[in-house]
Nanobody
Framework: QVQLVESGGGLVQPGGSLRLSCAAS????????RGWFRQAPGKQRELVAR???????NYADSVKGRFSISRDNAKNTIYLQANSLKPEDTAVYYC?????????WGQGTQVTVSS
C-alpha cells in the first residue's frame, strides 16, 4: 500500500523559510512526476512545484525564485524549500506522485505565514 507522509509545515513570519518533506512508502511504478500542490481556504488546489522522472522542474509563477523542489531517490523523499514566504503562501500543502494511471496524495501539512 502506497503512503505519502508530509512534514515540516508550521507557523512562520513573513520573510521566513520552511522546508517541507514528503516520504513515500510502498511500491510505485511508472512514476511521471513528484510534486507539491497547495490549497488555500475557498480556493482550488494548485500546483506549486513539480519534478519529473527525468529531473525537469517547473514552478508556479507565484513561487519562482523563492521555492525550490528537490528529491532524494535513495530515501524516496522529495523536499520543498520555501524561502521569502508571504502571507499569500498560507495554505495546506499536499505531496503528489503522478504515474501513468494514478495520482497519489499525502494527507497535507499546514503552512501559515503570519506576523
Amino acid at each position: 500500500q502506497v503512503q505519502l507522509v508530509e512534514s515540516g509545515g508550521g507557523l512562520v513570519q513573513p520573510g521566513g523559510s520552511l522546508r517541507l518533506s514528503c516520504a513515500a512508502s510502498g511500491s510505485i511504478f511508472s512514476i511521471w512526476s513528484r510534486g507539491w500542490f497547495r490549497q488555500a481556504p475557498g480556493k482550488q488546489r494548485e500546483l506549486v512545484a513539480r519534478i519529473t522522472s527525468g529531473g525537469t522542474t517547473n514552478y508556479a509563477d507565484s513561487v519562482k525564485g523563492r521555492f525550490s523542489i528537490s528529491r532524494d531517490n535513495a530515501k524516496n523523499t522529495i523536499y520543498l524549500q520555501a524561502n521569502s514566504l508571504k502571507p499569500e503562501d498560507t495554505a495546506v500543502y499536499y505531496c503528489n506522485v503522478r504515474t501513468a494511471t494514478l495520482d497519489y496524495w499525502g494527507q497535507g501539512t499546514q503552512v501559515t505565514v503570519s506576523s
